[in-house]
C-alpha cells in the first residue's frame, strides 16, 4: 500500500467498520483479498457498475494464481425492470460476463433479481436464504448515498422490492444508455437495506471525488435513510476500501 494516511477525522469511525485508504489503483487488490477470504465456497454478494470492476478483475487474476473460486455462490443486488437478462445492459449480463464467467461459476450458482412482482422479489429473498445466506457483500455506492438501488428514503427494514430511481441515479447510468436519460429504465429490483445488512460481512468500494459527500456522511454522519448507506454503520463488520479522493472533505 502507498504512504496514505487515514484522514485523522476518519480515524476510527466507528468499532465496527474498517476504513483501509489506498490509491485507485489499489482498491481492486485490497478489496479482493478481503473477499478471497470467502472461497472457494461462500456465498458472495455483488454489486455491479463501475466501482467494483477493479476488484473483479484482480479475483481473476487471483484465480490464475491458483485460488479456487468455481465453488463460490452469487447473489447480485439489483436489476433493472424491463431489460431482457440478455440485455448486455442488463446487471444480469454484467454478473455472467464480468465475474461470474472468469471465475468459473456455473450458472445455477448465480443469482440476479429479475422479474416485477412482490411474488418475485420474495422468491429472491427465499433463495438467499436457502444458501444460508451472503458471506459477504460487495457493494458501491451512489453520489446520493444509495446502496444497492435504495434511494435516499429507503429505511433499514426494507426488503427486496421494486423501487423508482432517482433522476440523479439514472443520469449518472445513462452513459449506459447512449448518453440517453430516457433509455434509462425508471425501475429496478434491489435488495432492501435489511437484506444487505443481513449479510455477514461487508466490503464497500469507492472511488473519486464524486462519491466523497456521500461517503463521509455514511461513516461520519447519522444513522438516516435520508443516506441508506450511512445504515451500514449498524453493522458489525464493515470494510471501506477508498481511494483519498472518496474520503476527502469539501473545501
Ligand atoms: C450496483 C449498485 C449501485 C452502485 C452505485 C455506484 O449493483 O447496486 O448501488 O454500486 O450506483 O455505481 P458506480 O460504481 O458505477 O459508481
Request: charged share 20%.
Given at each position: 500500500m502507498?504512504?496514505?494516511?487515514?484522514?485523522?477525522?476518519?480515524?476510527?469511525?466507528?468499532?465496527?467498520?474498517?476504513?483501509?485508504?489506498?490509491?485507485?489503483?489499489?482498491?481492486?487488490?485490497?478489496?479482493?483479498?478481503?473477499?478471497?477470504?470467502?472461497?472457494?465456497?461462500?456465498?458472495?454478494?455483488?454489486?455491479?457498475?463501475?466501482?467494483?470492476?477493479?476488484?473483479?478483475?484482480?479475483?481473476?487474476?487471483?484465480?490464475t494464481e491458483g485460488l479456487a473460486t468455481e465453488g463460490l455462490r452469487l447473489f447480485a443486488l439489483d436489476e433493472y425492470v424491463g431489460l431482457p437478462d440478455d440485455d448486455p445492459r442488463s446487471y444480469a449480463a454484467y454478473v455472467r460476463s464480468v465475474i461470474a464467467e472468469p471465475l468459473g461459476i456455473p450458472a445455477a450458482h448465480v443469482?440476479?433479481?429479475?422479474?416485477?412482482?412482490?411474488?418475485?422479489?420474495?422468491?429472491?429473498?427465499?433463495?438467499?436464504?436457502?444458501?444460508?445466506?451472503?458471506?459477504l457483500?460487495?457493494?458501491?455506492?451512489?453520489?446520493?448515498?444509495?446502496?444497492?438501488?435504495?434511494?435516499?428514503?429507503?429505511?433499514?427494514?426494507?426488503?427486496?422490492?421494486?423501487?423508482?430511481?432517482?433522476?440523479?441515479?439514472?443520469?449518472a447510468n445513462a452513459e449506459h444508455f447512449d448518453g440517453d436519460l430516457a433509455r434509462v429504465p425508471t425501475h429496478a429490483m434491489t435488495q432492501g437495506v435489511a437484506t444487505i445488512l443481513a449479510a455477514r460481512r461487508i466490503v464497500l468500494v469507492a472511488s473519486g471525488a464524486a462519491k466523497a459527500a456521500a461517503l463521509r456522511s455514511a461513516l461520519l454522519g447519522p444513522v438516516t435513510a435520508d443516506n441508506p448507506a450511512s445504515f451500514l454503520q449498524r453493522h458489525p463488520d464493515v470494510t471501506v476500501v477508498a481511494d483519498p479522493d472518496a474520503l476527502r472533505e469539501d473545501r
Open positions: 502507498t504512504g496514505v494516511t487515514l484522514p485523522t477525522d476518519l480515524a476510527p469511525v466507528s468499532a465496527t467498520t474498517r476504513v483501509v485508504v489506498c490509491a485507485p489503483e489499489e482498491i481492486g487488490d485490497v478489496a479482493a483479498g478481503v473477499v478471497a477470504t470467502v472461497a472457494p465456497d461462500g456465498v458472495l454478494g455483488v454489486a455491479t457498475g463501475s466501482s467494483p470492476l477493479a476488484l473483479y478483475a484482480a479475483l481473476i487474476r487471483r484465480r443469482r440476479v433479481p429479475s422479474g416485477s412482482t412482490a411474488a418475485d422479489a420474495a422468491a429472491y429473498e427465499r433463495a438467499i436464504a436457502e444458501a444460508g445466506g451472503v458471506d457483500q460487495i457493494v458501491g455506492i451512489g453520489r446520493n448515498g444509495h446502496i444497492g438501488f435504495n434511494e435516499p428514503g429507503s429505511d433499514a427494514d426494507t426488503r427486496t422490492r421494486v423501487v423508482t430511481l432517482d433522476e440523479s441515479t439514472r443520469r
